[in-house]
């Protein structure tokens, strides 16, 4: 008899612990899983196997499973940061100066690395300086110029960026001694038509003062004020997209730098 019950009691014993032993190996292959995955977004993890369990009632049995198909489930891919294009003159600028530069190398191959860091570098300050939008700005400069090729009016010794002045019938504009005068010029010309609000720096727009402050708040405005084609704003918006494209990620050739 009492071999009898001290057979079901060892049964019993064996039952509990392999019902433990199953709960205990249940929780440890969740961590591993749970920390595998934490781990998914390193490149050297990407194809090691981890295990996902099946359950059953009383048992759970094991499946190897590519991590690749985990990242799948367990993050959702990353998307492209997208640039939302830019309307009002008096806001932030989104892009930087590796990006302007590659555009307009990419549009002018005969200008050297050191001039086209100089201008934009001064673009970026300047209109930090008052509070004007960079690309904009930036947009506006390869509009009026043609991507600094000139061929108008105006020329490149001018160091006038903007055509200020330059009112037709071989009219050339202002001129300024240097680079940076010449875009502070210009983004001061943009501050008075989208703001009231007085310079930070020292003005050397002497046609500022002709502006009507603030009738310009966003660059579509400009058409007929800055400049009389009636596409103006478009051609701005134009130079804009293109600049947000694929075409200001290209490469900086090497020759000509």
Excluded at 90 to 97: K, P, T
Excluded at 106 to 123: C, F, G
Aim: aromatic share 10%; charged share 25%; with cysteine.
């Amino acid at each position: 008899m009492k071999s009898t019950i001290s057979r079901h009691f060892a049964h019993m014993a064996s039952i509990v612990v392999l019902v433990v032993g199953v709960g205990f190996l249940h929780l440890k292959i969740g961590g591993a899983v749970s920390s595998h995955i934490d781990e998914l977004k390193k490149p050297a993890m990407r194809d090691r196997v981890y295990y996902e369990e099946t359950e059953y009632a009383f048992y759970s049995t094991l499946k190897p499973v590519f991590l690749r198909q985990a990242i799948k489930k367990a993050f959702k891919p990353e998307t492209k940061k997208q640039f939302g294009i830019p309307s009002l003159i008096m806001s932030a600028g989104q892009l930087d100066q590796k990006k302007m530069m590659q555009f307009l190398q990419v549009n002018n191959q005969y200008l050297s690395k050191s001039q086209i860091n100089d201008l934009v570098q001064a673009y970026l300050e300047e209109s930090a300086y008052e509070g004007v939008n960079h690309d904009i700005a930036f947009s506006q400069m390869c509009l009026e110029t043609g991507f600094l090729k000139y061929g108008g009016d105006v020329s490149r010794d001018q160091n006038n960026f903007c055509g200020l002045g330059a009112i037709g019938n071989k009219e050339p504009g202002l001129s300024f001694s240097s680079i940076r005068d010449g875009v502070r010029a210009h983004i001061q010309h943009l501050k008075a038509y989208g703001s009231t609000d007085t310079l930070r720096m020292q003005k050397v727009d002497s046609r500022f003062d002709f502006v009507k402050r603030g009738s310009a708040k966003n660059f579509f405005d400009l058409t007929g004020k800055w400049a009389v084609d009636p596409k103006y704003g478009l051609k701005l918006q134009s130079i804009l997209e293109r600049l947000y494209s694929k075409e200001g990620e290209a490469s900086i050739a090497n020759e000509g730098v």
